[in-house]
């Protein structure tokens, strides 16, 4: 530890907040070993990227990071790891200036292997890489020390092969921690003082393929944990989305009326072709069952639009879905081809210029649904979990149901849930709030 000690570490994390929660808790591993950890801009000793590969342009992206990286450091120790090093190892050791890449099955001896260097670059990178069935360690993780609400990791892997995806071959099966083990982390997060979790996973619901539990029985073990006042769901599968989980959330106090539930299409042609485990009625029904017991909720939905053999018709199934529905906010994705899926030998591709116009006809919807949402509440009192962001003399948080919002700078209110009252709206959807004392 001691010859670590001022030799500096940066993380630059691309993707999902599960990479998020990977990278912090890699990031502590460090701190542990008497590493300092600087911001992803300043140079570090070491340069981790933690990367994506959902998208070509997430790909590309890894590249010319390691590129900027090496131009701008070039005696720094550059390690790769993540979906993208999972994929293409070879690829991403070819790049110069790349020390180590290690697959997602070996990212948790990530310190290790910086250790084996010695504070030198190598001649040879060293490459871990597993084929998809081995793919079977789970590297627990929580986020800690960036905000008021960590990301805590229950699941990994997904069992779903949707037509379009990587997912499966970039992180395995669904696999998952006990709900003892999971619970002892949320306390280990409550005694830090953080009182926000967001519970995450590549495919959250699916929880319990190797325990042979349930989601539902993980979010109640959650809510019995002192000092956490705040659960969120990052993202469900519609499928997942059970009423006896819904039933829960409206009923427990610290689950906050806030969902991310992906769509992908409104069609249920495409979806078939996707490869979906839902129909068009199904998804509708799940929002109209959240919207039954939780008027006020916040539901985020994640569309792709130019998948292969989408018609302007089935665009339109997708567009008018949505704009019946209500969400809150859009995740929108024009459709990437990944080598090795079966999205990429599906006959009528949509050029990408309609994709790129179909996508931006969403947007247009997207920016007037947020605005509706954020809009519905002014006037109203709400709970804001306030964060240590300061812009311009004004401080900002969260309602439970996922409104932005910004006050007037008070240190005191830092990490602290504030009952405000939403007075007005801004252009961007931020809500401006007064402080009920």
Same mark, same amino acid.
């Given at each position: 530890?001691?010859?670590?000690?001022?030799?500096?570490?940066?993380?630059?994390?691309?993707?999902?907040?599960?990479?998020?929660?990977? !990278?912090?808790?890699?990031?502590?591993? %460090?701190?542990?070993?008497? $590493?300092?950890?600087?911001?992803?801009?300043?140079?570090?000793?070491?340069?981790?990227?933690? !990367?994506?590969?959902? &998208? /070509?342009?997430?790909?590309?992206?890894?590249?010319?990071?390691?590129?900027?990286?090496?131009?701008?450091?070039? @005696?720094?120790?550059?390690?790769?790891?993540?979906? $993208?090093?999972?994929?293409?190892? *070879?690829?991403?050791?070819?790049?110069?200036?790349?020390?180590?890449?290690?697959?997602?099955?070996?990212?948790?001896?990530?310190?290790?292997?910086?250790? #084996?260097?010695?504070?030198?670059?190598?001649?040879?990178? %060293?490459?871990?890489?597993?084929?998809?069935?081995?793919?079977?360690?789970? %590297?627990?993780?929580?986020?800690?020390?960036?905000?008021?609400?960590?990301?805590?990791?229950?699941?990994?892997?997904?069992?779903?092969?949707?037509?379009?995806? &990587?997912?499966?071959?970039?992180?395995?099966?669904?696999? *998952?921690?006990?709900?003892?083990?999971?619970?002892?982390?949320?306390?280990?997060?409550?005694?830090?003082?953080?009182? #926000?979790?967001?519970?995450?996973?590549?495919?959250?619901?699916? %929880?319990?393929?190797?325990?042979?539990?349930?989601?539902?029985?993980?979010?109640?073990?959650?809510?019995?944990?002192?000092?956490?006042?705040?659960?969120?769901?990052?993202?469900?599968?519609?499928?997942?989305? &059970? =009423? /006896?989980?819904?039933?829960?959330?409206?009923?427990?106090?610290?689950?906050?009326?806030?969902? +991310?539930?992906?769509?992908? @299409?409104?069609?249920?042609?495409?979806?078939?072709?996707?490869?979906?485990?839902?129909?068009?009625?199904?998804?509708?029904?799940?929002?109209?069952?959240?919207?039954?017991?939780?008027?006020?909720?916040?539901?985020?939905?994640?569309?792709?639009?130019?998948?292969?053999?989408?018609?302007?018709?089935?665009?339109?199934?997708?567009?008018?879905?949505?704009?019946?529905?209500?969400?809150?906010?859009?995740?929108?994705?024009?459709?990437?081809?990944?080598?090795?899926?079966?999205?990429?030998?599906?006959?009528?591709?949509?050029?990408?210029?309609?994709?790129?116009?179909?996508? /931006?006809?969403?947007?247009?919807?997207?920016?007037?649904? +947020?605005?509706?949402?954020?809009?519905?509440?002014?006037?109203?009192?709400?709970?804001?979990?306030?964060? @240590? &962001?300061?812009?311009?003399?004004?401080?900002?948080?969260?309602?439970?149901? $996922?409104?932005?919002?910004?006050?007037? $700078?008070?240190? /005191?209110?830092?990490?602290?849930?504030?009952?405000?009252?939403?007075?007005?709206?801004?252009? =961007?959807? =931020?809500?401006?709030?007064?402080?009920? #004392?």
């Amino acid at each position: 530890m001691e010859e670590n000690r001022g030799r500096r570490v940066s993380f630059h994390t691309l993707g999902c907040k599960l990479n998020f929660s990977e !990278s912090s808790t890699l990031a502590r591993q %460090f701190e542990q070993n008497g $590493y300092v950890r600087v911001a992803s801009e300043r140079e570090g000793d070491v340069c981790v990227i933690n !990367s994506c590969s959902v &998208t /070509e342009h997430a790909d590309k992206k890894c590249r010319n990071l390691v590129r900027k990286i090496h131009r701008r450091n070039p @005696s720094a120790i550059i390690a790769v790891t993540g979906c $993208y090093a999972q994929l293409k190892p *070879n690829d991403i050791a070819a790049i110069e200036g790349v020390d180590i890449v290690l697959s997602n099955n070996d990212k948790g001896d990530l310190y290790q292997r910086v250790a #084996e260097l010695a504070g030198r670059k190598s001649a040879t990178p %060293f490459v871990t890489s597993c084929q998809t069935a081995e793919l079977t360690r789970f %590297f627990a993780s929580f986020s800690s020390g960036d905000r008021t609400r960590t990301f805590l990791k229950v699941q990994d892997g997904c069992d779903y092969k949707c037509a379009y995806c &990587t997912i499966h071959y970039a992180r395995g099966s669904s696999r *998952n921690m006990p709900i003892a083990d999971i619970v002892a982390e949320a306390k280990e997060v409550a005694a830090s003082g953080i009182k #926000e979790i967001v519970i995450t996973g590549i495919n959250t619901g699916d %929880f319990g393929r190797t325990t042979g539990e349930k989601f539902i029985d993980l979010l109640r073990a959650l809510d019995a944990v002192e000092g956490i006042e705040r659960y969120r769901i990052s993202s469900i599968e519609p499928n997942l989305l &059970t =009423d /006896e989980i819904i039933e829960f959330c409206a009923s427990s106090p610290k689950f906050q009326h806030h969902f +991310h539930i992906p769509l992908q @299409s409104g069609s249920d042609r495409i979806l078939g072709l996707m490869r979906r485990r839902y129909t068009s009625a199904k998804f509708a029904d799940r929002i109209n069952k959240v919207r039954s017991l939780m008027p006020d909720a916040f539901i985020g939905i994640d569309v792709i639009t130019g998948f292969p053999g989408e018609s302007e018709e089935n665009f339109m199934e997708t567009y008018n879905l949505l704009a019946e529905l209500k969400p809150a906010f859009l995740h929108i994705f024009p459709f990437s081809e990944r080598p090795g899926t079966p999205a990429v030998d599906m006959p009528d591709k949509v050029p990408s210029s309609i994709s790129t116009q179909r996508v /931006e006809r969403l947007e247009e919807l997207c920016r007037k649904l +947020h605005f509706d949402f954020c809009s519905s509440m002014t006037g109203q009192e709400a709970e804001v979990l306030f964060e @240590s &962001t300061m812009r311009g003399g004004m401080m900002y948080g969260y309602t439970g149901n $996922y409104v932005r919002v910004k006050a007037p $700078y008070r240190r /005191e209110l830092i990490n602290k849930i504030s009952r405000v009252k939403l007075t007005s709206i801004e252009p =961007d959807c =931020d809500s401006l709030a007064e402080i009920l #004392e």
